[in-house]
């Protein structure tokens, strides 16, 4: 008779060779792809520190990527597609399942060795010094914060470390699902960070290679830790292979079509023509695609026939067969991926003479807004457009969704002849269109914004920067707020049942959660938001939200946030009633008062605010930098003081209307 273990051995050694195959085969693709590209080959005008740093650099990056790629995909299991048992309260509270966490911890320690493994390699390819050298380490204590490529190393290094070590000490959903975001975080730095040209292109490059990485790092370490995790989820009570593998393939569609359009995008920054395709970098964006759409039909097989098979609880050899072929092919793309971030784009990354405004902001000088239609200029940001669609798509999609469970639920109701079911008849409405139109409004606002004249020429001049964080901060979330989708969650997104989360789920408990009340109350909203103000005028993160790209994108994400909560405590269920009303009154009036001075200040005092950033750009129009100061003074008071005389109209209508309904 067969060994019923010795049977079982190739099964039990699949969790380990997920990962080995997704490394082994990224390391001979990335070998290969740089070999042919001449990737490898020593520098022309820097000292070269000898093939084993040389090879080293993009070999270590293949297991770094697939380390943070399992690390985070671990957590995103843990925190929501593992169905886990609920405890008393809401779901998100509920015990993350241990196995993601454990593997998780493993695969984030191995990401920070690497990380900081990579670190000193890059600091020797790019000083010249092989490692054998005495002068390295001396070199790399005193500059290696200074070199971009390894101070974002060092940030992404200390992001798996906290990672690994909070996935050592998490419990449940709600901390195995920030330690997920922080780690996403570490993976979209490193996409940011990518390109450090002055081209003008270099914040679509960046933005496009941040998602990108966000994407594959999700789709190949989702199915990296499926397999890892198919024997133990298959023998959980209940069989939870079949749910868990559906749940990732609804998210893994979602990362195929991320990847595949910052993919797009970002090789069009690259590639100047489609001849660009026959040059080594373009051969190897060829490859990548071909692996890409291999990948896809994959996908499609897996959703055709595998997941039918595992909800029926067959066909787990199938499926593990098929999914351990996915994994070599995505571990050959990272490691063309590696070979590709060395190799030379057609489209160089850096312009031979900048003026200061480009080498400064990233963009070309815009014109004299009083010698042109400044109205109608525009320089297209595509994360914020992608943003926009993408959001009032899914609002369509759920207001849609709304009006059609609204309806059944109106059927339902006629055909039940008891009392109740009569009075829910008359209660079934769909959701308000004017609601949707706030909506619409508020994301078509965000792209003119950030787009249009205040995007453009609010990087160059204080007025427009003003203007351009009081709009992202007061107005647009304002619009946002007002159309409710907290509330068009819970009627339209379906209530899971099987014990993962969804996205009505964690939308619904994190606007629901305590640490949201909390910081939505208009006291605490108002201080926070004045506070936000303060800080990033008070401190040197002014000068870098006018000259980084990550420095402007974290303003702008902290505008939307910071003005949600606002909005929220304004324009929330909590300020109905008398005393509610007062508080709301006393909140505006307190923001009017803060806007009115720090108007004065702007234009009574001789400290100009950014003046080393906006002086140092040689603009003929802009030379009297305490005028264009005055003007932001004025600027404040021209959207402030509007937006809360409109408020406080809103909250005495609603005063009296609430009074009205009490007697």
């Not at 048992?85 to 990401?111: D, I």
């Not at 619009?479 to 907290?486: F, H, W």
């Given at each position: 008779m067969t060994n019923p273990s010795r049977r079982n051995l190739p099964t039990a050694l699949i969790?380990?060779?997920?990962?080995?195959?997704?490394?082994?085969?990224?390391?001979?693709?990335?070998?290969?792809?740089?070999?042919?590209?001449?990737?490898?080959?020593?520098?022309?005008?820097?000292?070269?520190?000898g093939p084993l740093v040389r090879w080293s650099v993009p070999l270590v990056r293949v297991g770094h990527d697939v380390a943070a790629a399992v690390t985070v995909a671990s957590l995103v299991f843990a925190a929501s597609l593992v169905p886990a048992?609920?405890?008393?309260?809401?779901?998100?509270?509920?015990?993350?399942?241990?196995?993601?966490?454990?593997?998780?911890?493993?695969?984030?320690?191995?990401?920070a060795v690497l990380a900081l493994v990579g670190v000193v390699l890059t600091f020797a390819d790019a000083a010249g010094l092989p490692l054998s050298s005495p002068a390295l380490g001396a070199q790399l204590q005193t500059l290696v914060w200074q070199v971009d490529a390894t101070r974002i190393g060092l940030l992404t290094g200390g992001c798996a470390v906290v990672v690994a070590t909070g996935a050592v000490l998490a419990r449940s959903r709600v901390a195995a699902g920030w330690l997920g975001a922080l780690g996403a975080l570490g993976v979209m730095v490193l996409g940011l960070a990518s390109h450090t040209g002055a081209s003008d292109d270099h914040e679509t490059s960046v933005d496009a290679m941040a998602l990108h990485l966000l994407g594959a790092t999700t789709w190949v370490g989702g199915l990296v830790v499926l397999v890892v995790l198919h024997g133990?989820?298959?023998?959980?009570?209940?069989?939870?292979?079949?749910?868990?593998?559906?749940?990732?393939?609804?998210?893994?569609?979602?990362?195929f079509v991320t990847v595949g359009l910052s993919g797009v995008l970002a090789a069009t920054t690259r590639l100047a023509s489609w001849s660009d395709l026959g040059t080594p970098y373009g051969r190897l964006i060829v490859v990548k695609s071909l692996a890409f759409v291999a990948l896809g039909l994959a996908g499609w097989w897996h959703r055709r026939r595998s997941l039918p098979a595992?909800?029926?609880?067959v066909g787990q050899r199938a499926f593990v067969r098929l999914a351990l072929g996915e994994v070599a092919v995505m571990g050959a793309t990272f490691g063309v991926a590696a070979a590709l971030s060395r190799s030379a784009p057609p489209v160089p990354e850096d312009l031979p003479d900048p003026t200061p405004a480009l080498a400064v902001t990233g963009f070309p000088a815009p014109p004299d807004p009083s010698a042109v239609a400044w109205w109608a200029t525009w320089r297209t940001d595509w994360l914020w457009l992608a943003v926009a669609g993408v959001l009032i798509g899914v609002y369509a999609a759920c207001a849609v969704a709304a009006r059609v469970a609204s309806a059944r639920a109106l059927v339902e109701s006629h055909r039940d002849d008891s009392?109740?079911?009569?009075?829910?008849?008359?209660?079934?409405?769909?959701?308000?269109?004017?609601?949707?139109?706030?909506?619409?409004?508020?994301?078509l606002l965000l792209v003119w914004v950030t787009s249009g004249p205040l995007g453009v020429y609010g990087r160059v001049s204080l007025a427009w920067h003003?203007?351009?964080?009081?709009?992202?901060?007061?107005?647009?979330?304002?619009?946002?707020?007002?159309?409710?989708?907290?509330t068009l969650a819970e009627w339209a997104l379906p209530q899971r049942d099987d014990g993962t989360l969804g996205p009505r789920e964690v939308v619904v408990g994190v606007a629901r959660s305590g640490a949201v009340r909390a910081l939505t109350r208009p006291v605490t909203a108002t201080v926070l938001l004045v506070g936000a103000l303060v800080l990033l005028h008070a401190t040197g993160?002014?000068?870098?939200?006018?000259?980084?790209?990550?420095?402007?994108?974290?303003?702008?994400?902290?505008?939307?946030?910071?003005?949600?909560?606002?909005?929220?405590?304004?324009?929330?269920?909590?300020?109905?009633g008398p005393r509610g009303s007062r508080t709301l009154l006393s909140c505006l009036g307190a923001l009017d008062l803060f806007a009115f001075a720090a108007a004065a200040w702007l234009a009574r005092t001789s400290t100009v605010l950014g003046a080393a950033v906006l002086g140092g750009l040689d603009l003929p129009w802009l030379r009297d930098l305490e005028a264009d100061q005055r003007r932001a003074a004025g600027v404040i008071l021209f959207v402030v003081v509007p937006v809360s005389v409109l408020l406080a109209v809103v909250v005495l209508l609603r005063s009296q209307r609430a009074g009205g309904r009490g007697r």
């Open positions: 969790p380990a060779v997920a990962p080995v195959v997704a490394v082994v085969t990224g390391l001979l693709a990335c070998a290969v792809a740089a070999r042919s590209s001449g990737a490898m080959d020593p520098f022309v005008f820097v000292e070269d520190a048992r609920a405890l008393s309260g809401p779901r998100m509270r509920s015990l993350a399942p241990s196995a993601p966490l454990r593997l998780a911890a493993g695969a984030g320690l191995v990401w133990w989820l298959g023998d959980r009570p209940g069989g939870q292979l079949g749910v868990t593998a559906r749940r990732y393939s609804t998210l893994a569609l979602v990362a595992l909800d029926a609880g009392q109740a079911g009569r009075r829910e008849a008359r209660t079934v409405v769909p959701w308000p269109v004017g609601r949707s139109v706030s909506w619409v409004l508020g994301c003003t203007a351009l964080l009081l709009v992202l901060a007061l107005v647009v979330p304002l619009l946002l707020v007002a159309a409710s989708p907290v993160l002014l000068d870098l939200a006018l000259t980084t790209h990550p420095g402007h994108l974290l303003m702008t994400v902290a505008a939307l946030g910071v003005g949600a909560l606002w909005a929220t405590g304004m324009v929330g269920p909590g300020g109905n």
